[in-house]
């Protein structure tokens, strides 16, 4: 999990399936793939650079990655966005 100002990004070893598409997405070339008890998963390397912007997420097509905001934001095409897939962060 990674943390910066008011948003954390998690990726969720146990869905991601290290297609890589994350890694492409990011502007930024923050994320890779790791090998992690024999598979592999995204990564993020500098969680200080890293801006929240998305991309990764919007990418995922397994709900592996995932930007939480602590307060709402509008969503990546403008629609309101709440809030985590996730209850309880
Ligand atoms: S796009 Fe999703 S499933 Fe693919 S490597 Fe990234 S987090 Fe894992
Ligand atoms: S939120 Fe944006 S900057 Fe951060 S890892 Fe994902 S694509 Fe890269």
């Known amino acids: 999990m990674a943390s910066r100002h008011d948003f954390t990004l998690h990726i969720d070893t146990h869905r991601c ?3 890589g598409w994350c890694v492409a997405a990011c502007p930024l ?3 890779s ?3 992690v ?3 592999k998963t ?3 390397h500098n969680t200080k650079i890293c801006t929240g912007c998305r991309q990764c997420e919007a990418k995922c097509l397994f709900g592996a990655i995932e930007v939480r905001f602590k307060r709402p934001v509008a969503g990546i095409h403008g629609e309101p966005y709440v809030q985590s897939r996730h209850a309880g962060c």
Do not use: A, E
Request: glycine residues 6%.
């Open 17 to 19: 399936t290290g297609c």
């Open 37 to 39: 008890d024999r598979r």
């Open 29 to 31: 070339d923050l994320l």
């Open 33 to 35: 793939l790791s090998t």
């Open 42 to 44: 995204s990564t993020l």
